[in-house]
C-alpha cells in the first residue's frame, strides 16, 4: 500500500480494519453557493471477504434509488460500488447520521415489501436481463438483520 493520499477518499480507506455491516459519513463537499453533499458508504459485505451477487445488487440499486426518495427529497444519489460490497448514498444539504440511517432503514423495509423491480425493462435500463428482485430482497435482509452494527465502522 502507498502512504501517498489518493484523490478518492475510499483509496484512502484501509479495507482490512473496517467491519461491515456499516454505514459510514465517507466525504462532504461544499459547493461555490454554500450547498453541501454528504456522501455515505454504505457497506454490505465484509471488503475482500464477500461481495453482492450482480442480479441481486442491480435490484437493490433501483429499489433503493426509486424507494429511497419516498423518504427523503435530500437523495442525490444511490450508486453501488464496483467491488460489489456496498453502495455509496449522496445526500444535498442534510447533515443528520442518524437520519442517514432511519433513511436507509425504512427504504430497506420498503425493498421487502416490494413486488418487483422499478425501472426493470430494456426501455428504462441498461441491462434489464441482470435483474433478482429475491436476491435483493434477501440482501436488504441481511443487512437489516444487522441494523444495531451500522454505526460500528471499525473491527
Known amino acids: 500500500m502507498t502512504d501517498k493520499k489518493m484523490n478518492v477518499e475510499s ?3 484501509d479495507h482490512t480494519k473496517v467491519k461491515a455491516p456499516y454505514i459510514r459519513l ?14 455515505y458508504d454504505m457497506r454490505i459485505c ?11 445488487l ?9 424507494m429511497s426518495r419516498n423518504h427523503s ?15 455509496y448514498i449522496a445526500m444535498l444539504n442534510f447533515d443528520d447520521y ?17 413486488d418487483q423491480v422499478p425501472a426493470c425493462n430494456e426501455m428504462q435500463c441498461g ?19 444487522k441494523r444495531d452494527e451500522w454505526a460500528e465502522i471499525f473491527a
Do not use: Y
Open 11 to 13: 483509496f484512502n480507506l
Open 26 to 39: 465517507a466525504d462532504v463537499k461544499t459547493g461555490e453557493h454554500g450547498d453541501t453533499i454528504h456522501k
Open 46 to 56: 465484509q471488503p475482500n471477504q464477500d461481495h453482492m451477487d450482480m442480479p441481486g
Open 58 to 66: 442491480h435490484s437493490l440499486e433501483h429499489l433503493m434509488a426509486e
Open 73 to 87: 427529497d435530500r437523495v442525490v444519489d444511490i450508486s453501488p460500488m464496483g467491488c460489489q460490497t456496498g453502495f
Open 98 to 114: 442518524d437520519g442517514v440511517l432511519d433513511l436507509v432503514e425504512g427504504t430497506l423495509k420498503d425493498v421487502l415489501e416490494a
Open 127 to 145: 441491462w434489464a436481463a441482470s435483474h433478482s428482485l429475491e436476491g435483493a430482497k434477501r440482501i436488504a435482509r441481511g443487512f437489516l438483520a
